[in-house]
């Protein structure tokens, strides 16, 4: 009989040969001659939303953008923890309760520091 192991060993093996077959895909139809390889000036032309690109297509953006991005991410996934820890904290045990309401409230002040460190060093000004 197959063990807790072996069925996670199986799953692993059928996710590589499937992700493998498909990434192999193109080689492979092209190989039996079904799809065939023809390069054109169009295929290799950038297409945005239709639109034909004005001048360079390479574009860099200012790092500022990644600050917002990177806080974004770091307040939605607080929101997400805050919201297990809400769900926990109404049915964990009465014993359990006021050490879940400290841990919760280190938790959400941790992530209200770091918030208020950005803010005071300007990195949520828009310039």
Known sequence: ?????????LYLI?????????????????????????PSEVKYNTY????????????????????YALMLTAMDTSV?????????F???????RPLAFWVGLAFIFIIASGFLYAWKKGVLKWK
């Open 14 to 38: 059928i996710c590589l040969v499937f992700s493998s077959f498909i990434a192999l895909m193109p080689q492979i139809l092209e190989f039996v001659g079904i799809e065939k390889k023809k």
């Open 90 to 96: 109404g049915f964990a045990p009465v014993e359990y």
């Open 1 to 9: 009989m197959i063990g807790d192991y072996g069925y996670i060993a």
């Open 48 to 67: 945005e939303c239709g639109l034909l690109t004005i001048g360079r297509s390479w574009v860099q953006y200012n790092p500022h953008y990644y600050y």
């Open 80 to 88: 997400i923890f805050i919201f297990l820890w809400a769900k926990f």
